[in-house]
């Protein structure tokens, strides 16, 4: 494996030493702040020992990046595939307008994280908070899988004005009730065996990347969130 020494780097040349280098594994010590890491990546496994910068993983075309620490905005921004795992907590817009892959965070998320998310065919995107996430969640969602944990939360692990817009794609909240202030335009309900059933190897990978205890997971109730069909922006963003 090789291993890069970030310290004091412009984030321009430490990139160019991610893309340049023909180890397929590579781990970077001493990150601070440096944006674009891993930016249309594939075939390559990062690991991150700092706080990355903004744009972690963006248009991430395969590979995995994994951070021991936290992670700022955008991480994952526009990804195709492959896997980011954050050991700590992401900032806002977490996944922005994914279209592939997954994002696992171990704690917690910020503002409009999945906002534009979108899905095709077998491109199915995927992203687990352990901890809550912020205001504005799945803003304008269009496609794939949002599921917010709340592991070790004392309320509902969501912020206010949630899924705004949402137009396509599901959403699993695991907590006791769902705020008040969710739009017209989505449906709510108590997540049935069939809907846990589909999102059961989801759990299983998050359970097992973060050492977690399944069983604790399953110990509280999931709601699941879809939009009504009668939402008018289904017409808007979406073709027949």
């Known amino acids: 494996m090789m291993q890069i020494d970030a310290e004091g780097k412009y984030f321009r040349q430490l990139n ?6 023909q180890n397929t594994e590579i781990k970077i010590e001493n990150c601070l702040g ?7 990546m594939s075939g390559k496994k990062l690991f991150i020992n700092g706080v990355p910068g ?21 991480t994952g921004d526009t990804m195709n595939a492959g896997s980011i795992i954050i050991n700590g907590s992401s900032g806002d817009a977490t996944g922005y307008a994914m279209r592939g892959g997954k994002i696992l ?5 910020g503002y409009r994280v999945g906002i534009h998310m979108k899905a095709y ?19 304008y969602q269009a496609g794939g899988t949002i599921i917010v944990l709340g592991l070790n939360s004392k309320h509902t692990p969501m912020g206010n004005l949630c ?5 396509g794609g599901r959403m699993f909240i695991r907590g006791k009730k769902l705020p008040d202030d969710l739009p017209k335009q989505v449906n709510t309900e108590v997540a049935s065996q069939k809907d846990m059933d589909s999102i059961d190897s989801y759990l299983t990978d998050f359970c097992d990347t973060f050492k977690i205890s399944k069983k604790d ?11 009504n069909t009668k939402n008018p922006y289904k017409e808007l963003y979406t073709f027949y």
């Open 163 to 167: 899924c705004a817009g949402m137009h």
């Open 34 to 40: 440096q944006r674009y890491i891993g930016a249309g």
């Open 121 to 139: 065919k077998e491109q199915q995107p995927l992203i687990i908070v352990g901890g809550e996430a912020g205001s504005f969640l799945g803003e």
């Open 54 to 74: 903004n744009d972690l993983g963006c248009y991430l075309d395969g590979g995995t990046i994994e951070v021991n620490g936290n992670a700022q905005d955008q």
């Open 217 to 227: 997971v399953f110990a509280e109730q999931f709601y699941l969130i879809t939009p």
């Open 16 to 21: 160019d030493e991610i893309r340049d280098s």
């Open 105 to 109: 965070i171990r704690g917690n998320a």
